[in-house]
């Protein structure tokens, strides 16, 4: 069964730029997956920042930014501040109707 | 706004049937453009795909759960229910439900979220 890999944790100074990772355990992933991703706080349901590969959702800074990158999706963040520090999951489309999570990056920022 | 709201019993038994329900209001379930989801998170881990319905009833379901799920919608009432069979501790965790983008250029995401309902498995 595929799965779909995300790093499990990553760390970034404040200001610094971060680049998290969507890939699958087979293949490669393309815009065709419609790669989107969502960030999680602790007691919070998740929030929707990048969709369709690279289009932010309403209200999500510019900082945050998709592209596909090599083989894999990938969520940047560019001068990371300390309220980015979250979970981040990314979702795949993987046809016929069925959608799959990532494993999810906890990133710190320190 | 569109907003989601999931209820359910809170705790069931295992081996029983966990049923839980998200009511849809600030919008019609009854779109072309949706599918309704339901996403759960176990304590302290990740987020996990359940399934999806369209308002034809039409289901979608994560292969690793399709044996012991079964989601269904009640147009009328402008909700969707999910029934998850023969409940285990693992069946312990968070349980949302979601719209996902269904139609156009740009799809398949969840756009909108319930707040969540906590359902635990014990004795």
């Known amino acids: 069964q595929t799965v779909v890999t995300q790093e499990p944790s990553f760390s970034v100074s404040p200001g610094g730029t971060v680049t998290l990772t969507c890939g699958l355990s087979s293949g490669s992933v393309s815009t065709s997956y419609y790669p989107s991703w969502y960030q999680q706080t602790p007691g919070q349901p998740p929030r929707t920042l990048i969709y369709s590969t690279n289009t932010r959702s309403s209200g999500v800074p510019d900082r945050f930014s998709g592209s596909i990158l090599g083989n894999k999706a990938a969520l940047t963040i560019t001068g990371a501040q300390a309220d980015d520090e979250s979970d981040y999951y990314c979702v795949l489309y993987m046809g016929s109707g069925i959608s799959l999570f990532g494993g999810g990056t906890k990133l710190t920022v320190l | 706004q569109l907003q989601l709201q999931e209820s359910g019993p809170g705790l069931v038994k295992p081996s029983e049937t966990l049923s839980l329900t998200c009511t849809v209001s600030?919008?019609?379930?009854?779109?072309?453009?949706?599918?309704w989801g339901w996403i759960r998170q176990p304590p302290g881990k990740g987020l996990e795909w359940i399934g999806n319905?369209?308002?034809?009833?039409?289901?979608f379901y994560n292969p690793s759960l399709k044996s012991r799920v079964t989601i269904s919608v009640d147009t009328s009432k402008n909700q969707f229910s999910l029934k998850v069979t023969s409940v285990t501790a693992a069946d312990t965790a968070m349980y949302y439900c979601?719209?996902?983008?269904?139609?156009?250029?740009?799809?398949?995401?969840?756009?909108?979220w319930g707040q969540g309902t906590l359902l635990t498995v014990s004795s």
């Open positions: 319905i369209y308002y034809s009833g039409s289901t």
């Open positions: 600030g919008g019609s379930i009854s779109s072309s453009s949706y599918f």
């Open positions: 979601a719209r996902q983008i269904r139609t156009g250029s740009s799809k398949y995401y969840f756009d909108y």
